[in-house]
């Protein structure tokens, strides 16, 4: 059987149809689950810097009400 020949066989072309086909699903399974993983892994940074910046926030508000003399001993903490 020449090389020719094998490339007109339609079994030929079905098995490189289906390798083709599994090659191109099973990287866009595996790129997607690494989008899905990375998207994950934003939100919870996201999350912490949130909590961060909330935790800074109540932090200057509290220096403002004492600088601004407002706060008393007993609001010493409540913002946070």
């Known amino acids: 059987m020449s090389f020719l020949s094998l490339l007109r066989n339609p079994a030929t072309h079905f098995a490189l149809n289906i390798t083709t086909l599994l090659g191109v699903s099973g990287g866009t399974y595996l790129l997607r689950s ?22 800074h926030i ?23």
Do not use: N
Request: charged content about 45%; cysteine-free; proline content about 0%.
């Open 34 to 55: 690494h989008m899905v993983e990375l998207s994950e892994d934003h939100d919870a940074r996201m999350d912490e810097l949130e909590g961060t910046l909330r935790g």
């Open 58 to 80: 109540g932090l200057i508000e509290e220096a403002l009400d004492r600088l601004e003399g407002k706060a008393t001993e007993a609001d010493r903490g409540k913002k946070m």
